[in-house]
Nanobody, 122 residues
Framework: QLEAFGGGLVQAGDSLRLSCAAS????????MGWFRQAPGKEREFVAG????????DYSNSVKGRFTISRDNAKNTVALQMNRLAPEDTAIYYC?????????????????WGQGTQVTVSS
């Protein structure tokens, strides 16, 4: 129901754009988000966007560098990542939130994509 793509190997300072396609059945009227999980670490919230796309939320570690957006006509959500740093290296997951609110914990997202690897070399 969710498929994320766009990951890859880049150098520090580069940009990368992740995209995620989802079925309309689960995205309609629901927020969407991106999480990431680095080796040996817990999955963490990166960014979220509400259904209308007029409210976004970011973790402090990516604020000002990453931008989340969505296209409801295409049932997609994207994450534009600029000024990437080695600490951004992780598997990135897109997810669809429960019907209410825009949670920042993984428990608030019942639907998940398979993840895409982002590796940033120094």
């Amino acid at each position: 129901q969710l498929e994320a793509f766009g990951g890859g190997l880049v150098q520090a300072g580069d940009s990368l754009r992740l995209s995620c396609a989802a079925s309309k059945r689960i995205t309609s009227n629901n927020g969407m988000g991106w999480f990431r999980q680095a080796p040996g670490k817990e999955r963490e919230f990166v960014a979220g966007i509400n259904w209308r796309g007029d409210y976004t939320d970011y973790s402090n570690s990516v604020k000002g560098r990453f931008t989340i957006s969505r296209d409801n006509a295409k049932n997609t959500v994207a994450l534009q990542m600029n000024r990437l740093a080695p600490e951004d290296t992780a598997i990135y997951y897109c997810a669809v939130a429960r019907p209410s609110g825009l949670p920042t914990t993984s428990r608030g997202y019942p639907y998940w994509g398979q993840g895409t690897q982002v590796t940033v070399s120094s």
